[in-house]
């Protein structure tokens, strides 16, 4: 990577939840360690030095009238669930663990097939723009390293968690963990070894705490992995209140919310991000607020695994911090534009409701609207809150990830784009209908990755 580069073109991003700006043929200086240094819009007093100086060192990247966007942060998904992405839709959750998604993730014991799916998952992310991606890898310890390093080779930022999961009640005898001290014991020589390899990985490989959920986790499990976590000030990731099926069950064996339950083992707090959180209630939103944890909200999945629609604004209003998810493949698609749309879909259809049978004034939940403006937020800046990183906007001292969108690629041409002259038209019109034929360069940390 050279020392420094200029990067120019028309960077649209975030500035906060709601809100979208067009930083139109502005200059992105950025150092050696891929930290944006300076934005400069055409009326500052440096631009023509700061641009010359950069074409003459041969470090000006000029994007001309293409797009730039954030990277896009994926906060939840499966890596060694991509083969059966698009299948085995039909069964409900627990149902589909055992049968289905179980069965799938033993098979990444052999290393070669693990490398081979992580191979292809993390370049395809990468060329659908997601430059961070917040993965559960499998039970098996060795597996869950290589997916890390397939990351860290890649140049995707990278939190990767091995699977805890040893409750026998929970989960099939061929895969799970052999007792409660060989999940902690793997989970910390996961941490161990993911924190070594993360120092040849500028753009960060992270270890998280991965109990699956409360219900595949025995008692000693999770007390274990919270106070690991708390050891090594590790981020922590599980699922939480996804479906009628875990919400009733972990209430069932423990008492309790599976919010609260999560929170009393140390499972919750400023790095902990939660899937789902579909049927978190006012106390339960009050403890992730408070606590600082994320939730990883999966559209997608959540129409067909999750029994209702997570309630973004509502949550947003609680102080809630919100990031999207894939959640392959309980989810279909790895792409957070499908993801970002999903979301507004959901939204519209929770405020309206959906059986028309009902008087229209009792048939949905008033207020629930996201814009798309909101949900391209959750998939930039939000979800590089919930991972606590500066990234997700065109800002000093942010990370530099993007990328970069041709409008008028021959095999998508975004109809028309010049009808519609306003910056959010013309960024819902990419959101909504670009489609990878249009992500011709992505990039993380200040290096090129696509
Ligand atoms: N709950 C526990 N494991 C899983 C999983 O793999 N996918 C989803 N969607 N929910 C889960
Ligand atoms: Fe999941």
Not at 30 to 43: C, H, K, N, Q, R
Not at 56 to 77: N, W
């Amino acid at each position: 990577m050279p020392k420094q580069q200029v990067f120019r073109g028309n960077f649209f991003h975030a500035p906060k939840y709601g809100e979208i700006a067009l930083l139109a043929q502005y200059l992105l200086v950025v150092d050696e360690a891929g930290i944006i240094t300076a934005v400069l819009s055409p009326t500052a007093p440096n631009y023509v030095s700061v641009l010359a100086a950069a074409k003459t060192a041969g470090t000006l990247h000029d994007f001309g009238e293409q797009l730039v966007l954030p990277g896009f942060v994926d906060l939840h998904i499966h890596a060694p669930q991509w083969p059966q992405a698009g299948v085995a839709l039909d069964a409900p959750l627990n149902v589909w663990l055992d049968q289905c998604t179980f069965p799938l993730e033993a098979k990444y014991r052999d290393l070669a097939f693990a490398q081979s799916v992580y191979t292809d998952l993390v370049a395809h992310l990468l060329s659908l723009g997601t430059t961070t991606a917040v993965y559960f890898a499998t039970q098996d310890l060795a597996a869950s390293l290589t997916l890390a390093k397939v990351a860290a080779q890649a140049g995707q930022r990278a939190l990767v968690g091995k699977v805890a999961m040893d409750n026998p009640d929970q989960t099939p005898q061929d895969y799970r963990d052999r007792s409660s001290a060989a999940a902690v014991a793997d989970t910390e020589t996961f941490i161990l070894e993911t924190r070594q390899l993360a120092q040849d990985a500028p753009q960060g490989v992270y270890p998280v705490v991965t109990p699956r959920f409360v219900p595949s986790c025995s008692s000693a499990t999770l007390k274990g992995l919270g106070e690991l976590a708390d050891k090594y000030h590790t981020y922590i990731q599980s699922h939480c209140s996804e479906g009628e099926w875990e919400h009733h069950a972990v209430q069932v064996r423990f008492g309790r919310r599976d919010a609260e339950v999560l929170a009393n083992f140390g499972l919750l707090g400023h790095k902990a991000i939660m899937a789902h959180c579909n049927f978190l209630n006012e106390s339960d939103a009050a403890l992730f607020a408070k606590s600082g944890t994320a939730i990883a909200h999966c559209p997608i999945s959540n129409a067909y695994f999750a029994n209702g629609v997570l309630p973004v604004h509502r949550l947003k209003q609680a102080g809630v911090e919100i990031g999207l998810g894939s959640d392959i493949s309980g989810g279909f698609s790895p792409s957070l534009y499908d993801n970002l749309k999903q979301a507004v879909i959901s939204s519209r259809m929770l405020t309206d409701g959906v059986d028309v049978t009902r008087p229209v004034a009792e048939r949905g939940v008033a207020n629930s609207r996201i814009s798309v403006a909101q949900a391209f937020y959750l998939a930039t800046r939000g979800g590089g809150k919930a991972v606590n990183l500066p990234l997700g906007q065109f800002k000093v001292g942010q990370i530099c990830d993007f990328q970069v969108l041709d409008p008028k690629q021959p095999a998508n041409q975004l109809p028309g784009l010049n009808l519609f002259p306003q910056p959010l038209d013309q960024l819902a019109k990419l959101l909504y209908l670009a489609t990878p034929a249009n992500i011709m360069q992505v990039w993380v940390q200040g290096s090129r990755v696509k």
